[in-house]
């Protein structure tokens, strides 16, 4: 959320943002303007969120903010210490916590548990996608308001950085994505490897604990079938791997408006998206959709490959659709008005 809270800083309003991280043991500190607190937690794949949003909460209930933004259903459990001293609350509802298999069935119960609570203490629910919103009133009987995650449309993308790693552009197939089951790299990795040609191919992703997808990469890597690059932090090779593709494969099943295939649009990967109903809400086109078949992925990535009016139609629509309903200024703006809709 670094988009909204430094653009709110600029128009002049008080912004406070609670972090997990800090730098030199401080609890208090200012980033270009935007006041900056840290509380304490237990830094685990499994009490990260609840441990820093309880004392999260906390804090915020003694500072007097005139509204709060919430983001992940797991910090319904403390809406209510908020209500108590009557400071309004905005919760993101994100995507389907409770479904993702990275989480012990015991974890999914917590932020099922967690839904059921923003459902009844946020004073306004934001979905991010309107697929989200009709689950959490079919589910929860729970109305939300729509504001999608955003992105930028960058172009001109240099070739220097993929260059240094071997690759030559519009040439390789890409997919970047946490090594989680629900986002199907071995999907893409079976139907590369049934491929009648064999297509360079990136993989930008890593997993919280070495699992067999891991290992598979790693191995693909050692045997130059594969580059697997692992986390990448660099935004400015980010963008260019993505502007530079011959095809972007995003096979994320579970979630809402997933931010990570907004940046590619915006950055002009021709994209190819697994067929749910968060993705087909994004791309509204079965030309760009996939479903879950190895031979028909294979296909379809060859033919893109293939074909270079095919990709650059998919480039200049993936950019049309992030600057006409996925724009920062807009979504900034409406998430302010959903707080100050709130603002007793």
Not at 227 to 239: A, I, M, N, P, Y
Request: with cysteine.
């Amino acid at each position: 959320m670094r988009h909204l809270a430094r653009r709110w800083v600029a128009e002049g309003h008080d912004i406070t943002v609670y972090c997990r991280s800090r730098s030199e043991s401080r609890r208090r500190w200012a980033t270009e303007g935007v006041q900056c607190r840290w509380t304490p937690g237990i830094d685990s794949k499994s009490l990260s969120t609840l441990t820093f949003g309880a004392t999260a909460h906390l804090d915020a209930m003694l500072q007097g903010f005139d509204a709060v933004l919430v983001l992940n259903v797991a910090n319904g459990f403390f809406l209510p210490l908020l209500k108590a001293v009557n400071v309004p609350s905005v919760l993101n509802t994100d995507g389907i916590e409770w479904e993702r298999g990275k989480w012990s069935g015991f974890a999914q119960r917590v932020f099922l548990a967690g839904a059921h609570l923003s459902a009844r203490y946020a004073d306004l629910l934001i979905a991010d996608s309107r697929a989200i919103g009709d689950l959490w009133q079919r589910k929860f009987s729970a109305a939300s308001r729509f504001i999608p995650y955003g992105a930028e449309v960058t172009r001109d993308h240099g070739t220097e950085r993929i260059e240094a790693l071997g690759m030559e552009p519009e040439r390789y197939v890409l997919a970047v994505a946490r090594l989680i089951p629900e986002n199907n790299i071995d999907l893409l990795l079976d139907a590369l490897e049934g491929a009648d040609a064999n297509p360079c191919t990136v993989i930008v992703g890593s997993a919280a604990s070495r699992s067999p997808l891991e290992r598979r990469l790693s191995r693909l890597d050692e045997l130059k079938q594969v580059r697997w690059l692992g986390h990448v932090s660099d935004q400015e090779l980010l963008r260019e791997l993505w502007g530079k593709c011959g095809v972007y494969v995003h096979g994320h099943s579970v979630g809402g408006t997933n931010p990570g295939l907004l940046q590619a649009l915006g950055a002009g990967a021709p994209t190819l998206a697994l067929d749910t109903v968060f993705n087909r809400e994004v791309l509204e086109s079965d030309e760009q959709l996939f479903r879950p078949n190895v031979d028909e992925l294979a296909d379809r990535i060859t033919a893109i490959l293939d074909d270079g009016t095919a990709r650059q139609r998919f480039r200049e629509r993936g950019q049309s659709i992030v600057l006409s309903r996925y724009s920062w200024p807009d979504v900034i703006d409406s998430y302010f008005d959903a707080l100050c809709s709130v603002k007793r």
